[in-house]
Structure formats: structure tokens, C-alpha cells
């Protein structure tokens, strides 16, 4: 993705699109990285159809199931008022990966359930650099005694002291905020080398829903929608690739900007559109058939409910598999040239 890709330079000349993007707005994106410097830059699809399966199947993968969104919305209204929680852990617990988590979180956000209050870290680790002697022999008595207590509730590994903030200001009685400001402070002047880690989303209740159920059945339908228009979006490159006239103009027609013919685009400068025909998917082979009832037969937790087993079947990794270590089992992306909902049948069919 063009975030993530690391590239900030002027001067670049040339972006090859290998397979299909995700969506036009990641593709406007992506060519959006060559020619900043106002020279001429070539910008290539090396389109296939046969991506669209894969792009498919992982938009499909990242829907999670009813019992998911049911098992975090529960979770995070019975927290209190105020609360905190680890996208990670939380995402683990109910097999979600974590930008599906912060997307449900998000959601929740926007129905004015719970207001996001910042994130914050709930792990330091530290290396001292001076004797606990010559950090505390700077501070007036009451200070230093503050400090040794918190040196004192430190878990000491090889080389890394590490500190459960919370723990630590539960068992003190003190502000974390305090506490952190201490650890800060020692960073500052030398006498500690920091790295905070076990990032924290906070948020405070702003409205109980008066059903939970209804509120979680909202959510299942935004996350469909959300599937719908992912698909489409996939869809909309896929006619992009193969389209006639000015691609510039088309581009710029998506985003709502009008404008006439670039005059250097592929079709503008003569190359005509090529249509991208679509291959028959292949099936589920009797054998594979039988190695997948094989497979459920083994009862494993991380693929009971079948948009699980699905995910699975078509390569797609979630916590619960990657914790069971299921990604080295054989059958880990064996119907991965299947499209997703072929895959989410057929396991119906099977289970009947």
C-alpha cells in the first residue's frame, strides 16, 4: 500500500502494478508516488482476472462472523465506564484480526456509544545506566523512596527491567501518570534507556445501548455493507483496467473531478483497451473433500464456525490459526484459487 511502501523521493520514474489494486483510491495512491518532481513517469497494471479471486477472497476473510462481533461488543460494554483495551488481546479472544477490531471500535464510535480518549502504553522497559545509588543519591528523600519503590516492582530479564504500569500504581496507590512522568524524567537525564511497549486504546461510555442484541445486529449488517462496497470497489479497477478512452479522465471522473483527454495516457497515445476475460474457478476435487472432513474431524477450536473454516481453506491467516499454528497444516490454503463464497457453500453443503 502506498503508506507503506516506504518511498518518499521526487525522482521516481517508473510504478509497476504486478498484480491488481485493491481499489481505485489505492491505486491514485500508488501512481500518485512517481513524477512528483513534475518529469514524465511511467505507471503500468500488469492486469490479470485472476487476482480478483485473491482480492475477493481476503475482503470476504476480513468480514467477521456474528459471534465475533457479538463477543467484542459484550466485552467492551461490561468494562465499566471508563475502560482500556488491547486491540491485540481483544482481537486474539474472538478471532479478529486487529484493523477489524479497530474498525468495530470505530463503528461503535460513530453510533455514539464510546468516545475514543487516546491511546497510551501500558509496559516500559528500561536499562539502567547509573547504580540505583546514583540515580536516587540526586532526589530529596521522599522522591527517591517514590523511586526505589518503583525499581522495586520492576521484573529484571537478561538485560531488560521491564514494569506493568498499572500493577505497579495499583500496588502504590499512585497516579500511573505519575509513574510514567518518573520514567520519563530518568530518560531524559541519562540515567534509564526506555522503550515502552503494550499499546492501549481508552475510551469512555458515553450511551448503554438499550439492546445490546439489536446494537450487535447493526453491526453485522455495516460490516455486510462494508463487504459490498470492498467488492464493488474491486470490480470498479477491474473495468478501469480494460476501459476505453482517456484513463486519466476516468480516474478523475471517480473522484469527481471533470476534466478533457490527458493526451498521454495509454489510450490517449493509441494502445487499445484489452478485455480481461475471466477463467472458469476451478472446483473442490473429491479428494480435497474428503482431507476437509478429515480435517474437521480433528476438531480444532480455531475452525468451528465456517466462515473460520473458510478463511482457512482459502489461505487467509486469523489469531486463532495463527495461535494454533494451523498455517503449517497442508490443507492451510488448498481452495485458494476458489472464490471465497464457493468455499463458505461448499462447507455448508458438506455439514449437512
Known amino acids: 500500500i502506498a503508506f507503506g511502501m516506504g518511498v518518499d523521493k521526487a525522482n521516481i520514474r517508473y510504478v509497476y502494478h504486478y498484480n491488481l489494486p485493491k481499489g481505485l483510491e489505492?491505486?491514485?495512491?500508488?501512481?500518485?508516488?512517481?513524477?512528483?518532481?513534475?518529469?514524465?513517469?511511467?505507471?503500468?497494471?500488469?492486469a490479470c482476472a485472476a487476482d480478483v479471486t485473491v482480492l475477493e477472497n481476503f475482503v470476504y476473510g476480513d468480514t467477521p462472523t456474528p459471534e465475533a462481533i457479538t463477543g467484542v461488543v459484550h466485552e467492551v460494554l461490561g468494562l465499566g465506564e471508563v475502560f482500556d483495551v488491547s486491540v491485540d488481546e481483544l482481537g486474539n479472544r474472538h478471532d479478529v484480526r486487529p484493523l477489524v477490531?479497530?474498525?468495530?471500535?470505530?463503528?461503535?464510535?460513530?453510533?455514539?456509544?464510546?468516545?475514543?480518549?487516546?491511546?497510551?502504553?501500558?509496559?516500559y522497559k528500561f536499562q539502567p545506566q547509573r547504580s540505583s545509588a546514583e540515580i536516587l543519591g540526586k532526589f530529596d528523600p521522599q522522591r527517591a523512596q517514590f523511586l526505589r519503590n518503583i525499581f522495586q516492582h520492576a521484573r529484571k530479564a537478561k538485560i531488560w527491567f521491564s514494569l506493568d504500569v498499572d500493577e505497579v500504581s495499583r500496588r502504590l496507590q499512585e497516579p500511573r501518570s505519575r509513574i510514567v512522568a518518573a520514567i520519563g524524567y530518568l530518560e531524559e537525564t541519562g540515567d534509564l534507556v526506555v522503550q515502552a511497549a503494550g499499546v492501549r486504546q481508552g475510551y469512555r461510555l458515553l450511551e448503554r445501548p438499550s439492546s445490546v442484541d439489536e446494537l450487535c445486529k447493526l453491526l453485522v449488517r455495516r460490516f455486510q455493507q462494508r463487504e459490498k462496497v470492498d467488492i464493488e470497489r474491486i470490480e470498479?479497477?477491474?473495468?478501469?483496467?480494460?476501459?476505453?478512452?482517456?484513463?486519466?479522465?476516468?480516474?478523475?471522473?471517480?473522484?469527481?473531478?471533470?476534466?478533457?483527454?490527458?493526451?498521454?495516457?495509454?489510450?490517449?497515445?493509441?494502445?487499445?483497451?484489452?478485455?480481461?476475460?475471466?477463467?472458469?474457478?476451478?472446483?473442490?476435487?473429491?479428494?480435497?473433500?474428503?482431507?476437509?472432513?478429515?480435517?474437521?474431524?480433528?476438531?480444532?477450536?480455531?475452525?468451528?464456525?465456517?466462515?473460520?473454516?473458510?478463511?482457512?481453506?482459502?489461505?487467509?491467516?486469523?489469531?486463532?490459526?495463527?495461535?494454533?499454528?494451523?498455517?503449517?497444516?497442508?490443507?492451510?490454503?488448498?481452495?485458494?484459487?476458489?472464490p471465497f463464497a464457493q468455499v463458505l457453500e461448499f462447507i455448508g453443503t458438506q455439514a449437512k
Open 26 to 46: 489505492s491505486y491514485s495512491q500508488e501512481i500518485g508516488r512517481a513524477g512528483r518532481d513534475g518529469q514524465p513517469s511511467l505507471c503500468e497494471i500488469f
Open 101 to 123: 477490531v479497530k474498525t468495530l471500535l470505530t463503528y461503535l464510535e460513530l453510533k455514539g456509544t464510546i468516545a475514543a480518549t487516546g491511546p497510551f502504553y501500558s509496559e
Open 236 to 338: 470498479r479497477v477491474v473495468e478501469f483496467a480494460q476501459a476505453p478512452g482517456c484513463l486519466t479522465r476516468r480516474l478523475l471522473d471517480y473522484f469527481g473531478e471533470a476534466r478533457g483527454e490527458c493526451g498521454h495516457c495509454g489510450r490517449c497515445e493509441g494502445h487499445p483497451p484489452l478485455p480481461l476475460p475471466r477463467e472458469v474457478p476451478p472446483t473442490v476435487r473429491p479428494t480435497q473433500s474428503s482431507e476437509i472432513q478429515q480435517l474437521r474431524a480433528e476438531n480444532h477450536g480455531a475452525l468451528q464456525h465456517p466462515r473460520q473454516l473458510a478463511r482457512f481453506l482459502c489461505g487467509i491467516a486469523s489469531p486463532a490459526a495463527t495461535r494454533a499454528n494451523l498455517r503449517k497444516h497442508p490443507l492451510f490454503g488448498a481452495l485458494e484459487l476458489i
